[in-house]
């Protein structure tokens, strides 16, 4: 097995740890501008789920900065994280490798979530829950949007 060409598996778990729905909103982005994921894009190829994905991954964004909001380490953030990085790193994977990218990008963004939710933290007592959210929004879709157009290509 190449492991270099699971990067963009390995990275996008690496996104979902943070914020669970980018990796969806990446995807779903680049198929709506007209990119082509080398593994099978399942789902978010239905203009329905990819509307959904877009409409929830804002949602999250927003969410993120209210004070009741839960940590990323409960069951279901850990869950919305699995099911985002297996379908993403699926995507993202070679064709024919999605279960394996799907599985390399589950076991990276699981064990990060606690990495990621411990230096928000940190930053929640440095500067604020507001201010750390947006930083960390700002880093996490970029990076999210990076990975994607690097690992896609024009249809």
Known sequence: MDIASFLPSLLIGA???ARSMTPMVALA????????TPGRLVLLDQPLF???????GVGELAGDKMKSAPDRTVFLGLLARILSAGIAGAALAPRGRERTGAGL???TAVPLAWLTLAGRK????????TRSGLVEDAMVVAAGV??????????
């Open 122 to 129: 940190r930053a929640m007592d440095e500067i604020g829950q």
């Open 105 to 107: 990008a589950v076991a």
């Open 29 to 36: 982005g680049a198929h709506l501008a007209g990119r082509e």
């Open 50 to 56: 990819a509307a959904g994905a877009l409409a929830m």
């Open 15 to 17: 996104v979902a740890s």
């Open 146 to 155: 990076a990975v994607v157009a690097f690992a896609t290509g024009r249809r």
